[in-house]
Structure formats: structure tokens, C-alpha cells
């Protein structure tokens, strides 16, 4: 699907279009549910937070209030990502809450961190690094959750966030680095 449909519903449904609504739903299913089922797999916690439901309680949050404003579908898929990263954090924490303790563990930051599993403890400090990260640079931390959270690709960050892929490369350099130095510190 191309950018011009999913925009025009995008819109129509932000103008209280419930048909527009209902198409974009199932027009952005598909994809949501690829970066949740991406997300799932890195996540080693309790299998009662599914792919379906971790899409269904995004899309919630997405249309909620109304159909907020989305500059493209990339925008959209973006924004997507960081509602599923809240939604996967509240859940660790609740999950977390339940064993009652643990000590922090080390994650890596890297290009293979796309792919590896997750445990609810290592979400959870993934969490608090890009929150630090987030009042040192707000958009370094963007760059890393666009990244990790919904695996887009260079291109598709700098579409996202309306930067060159030049300034993606280097704020992923420098964001990952940064990562490092939070971790070292706390």
C-alpha cells in the first residue's frame, strides 16, 4: 500500500470519518501487526500479552482520542512503534512488579540488537536508558525507538522524523554511544 491512501485516510478519519476508520484499521493491520510480531519475538516475558492484542491496544491508543495528526503513513507507523514500546513497558513493570526485586541487567546496543530477545527486565532497562536519553536529545532517542522498537530502516527514520538518512546514520552513532555512557553511569 502506498503513502496517498493511508494518508487520505488518515485524514478522513481525523475529519469523523467512521468508514475512513474502519478502512484504515484495516489497512494498517498488517503492518502493525509485523513490528508487534517483530517486538513479540524479542521479548521473552509472559506470552499473555500477544501480537493481537499488543496491535489491537495500539490501534486503541492511536484512535482513542480521534485520529491524531500523521504527516504520512511512515509518521503513522512510527508513532505506532512508541505506543506498542509503552504498552510493552507497562506490561514489564507489571510483570516486574510481581517478582518483586532483580538486579539490572547489561543490554547491548547495536545493529544485532534488532533481532535478539528481549526479557521483561532488559525492556524495562532499555526503558530507562532512552528516557535518560530522551531529556539529553529527544531526537537521538526517536532515532533509537524508530530502530529497535518498530525495525525501520534508515530511510523510513528519516521519513519519519522528516531528517536526512545522513543525520539518521550519525544520530544513531552518536545515540547508541550515548546509550553506553548512561549505562556506565548508572
Same mark, same amino acid.
Given at each position: 500500500?502506498?503513502?496517498?491512501?493511508?494518508?487520505?485516510?488518515?485524514?478522513?478519519?481525523?475529519?469523523?470519518?467512521?468508514?475512513?476508520?474502519?478502512?484504515?484499521?484495516?489497512?494498517?493491520?498488517?503492518?502493525?501487526?509485523?513490528?508487534?510480531?517483530?517486538?513479540?519475538? *524479542?521479548?521473552?516475558?509472559?506470552?499473555?500479552?500477544?501480537?493481537?492484542?499488543?496491535?489491537?491496544?495500539?490501534?486503541?491508543?492511536?484512535?482513542?482520542?480521534?485520529?491524531?495528526?500523521?504527516?504520512?503513513?511512515?509518521?503513522?507507523? =512510527? &508513532?505506532?512503534? *512508541?505506543?506498542?514500546?509503552?504498552?510493552?513497558?507497562?506490561? =514489564?513493570?507489571?510483570?516486574?512488579?510481581?517478582?518483586?526485586?532483580?538486579?539490572?541487567?547489561?543490554?547491548?546496543?547495536?545493529?544485532?540488537?534488532?533481532?535478539?530477545?528481549?526479557?521483561?527486565?532488559?525492556?524495562?532497562?532499555?526503558?530507562?536508558?532512552?528516557?535518560?536519553?530522551? &531529556?539529553?536529545?529527544?531526537?537521538?532517542? *526517536? #532515532?533509537?525507538?524508530?530502530?529497535?522498537?518498530?525495525?525501520?530502516? #534508515?530511510?523510513?527514520?528519516?521519513?519519519?522524523?522528516?531528517?536526512?538518512?545522513?543525520?539518521?546514520?550519525?544520530?544513531?552513532?552518536?545515540?547508541?554511544?550515548?546509550?553506553? *555512557?548512561?549505562?556506565?553511569?548508572?
Amino acid at each position: 500500500m502506498n503513502d496517498r491512501p493511508i494518508t487520505l485516510l488518515l485524514k478522513a478519519a481525523r475529519n469523523g470519518d467512521t468508514d475512513a476508520s474502519d478502512s484504515l484499521f484495516n489497512a494498517v493491520y498488517n503492518e502493525l501487526k509485523t513490528i508487534a510480531r517483530s517486538n513479540r519475538r *524479542r521479548w521473552q516475558g509472559n506470552e499473555t500479552m500477544n501480537t493481537t492484542a499488543l496491535v489491537n491496544e495500539a490501534f486503541v491508543r492511536l484512535a482513542g482520542g480521534g485520529v491524531a495528526e500523521y504527516s504520512n503513513r511512515t509518521h503513522f507507523y =512510527a &508513532t505506532a512503534s *512508541r505506543a506498542m514500546r509503552q504498552i510493552l513497558i507497562n506490561y =514489564a513493570r507489571g510483570q516486574q512488579a510481581a517478582k518483586r526485586g532483580g538486579d539490572a541487567l547489561v543490554v547491548t546496543f547495536n545493529e544485532t540488537v534488532l533481532a535478539t530477545q528481549t526479557s521483561a527486565e532488559e525492556l524495562l532497562e532499555l526503558e530507562q536508558l532512552l528516557t535518560a536519553l530522551e &531529556t539529553e536529545n529527544e531526537r537521538r532517542a *526517536r #532515532i533509537i525507538e524508530c530502530r529497535i522498537f518498530a525495525g525501520m530502516t #534508515i530511510d523510513e527514520v528519516a521519513e519519519a522524523l522528516d531528517i536526512s538518512p545522513a543525520t539518521v546514520k550519525r544520530e544513531w552513532k552518536v545515540g547508541t554511544a550515548s546509550l553506553f *555512557r548512561i549505562m556506565k553511569q548508572s
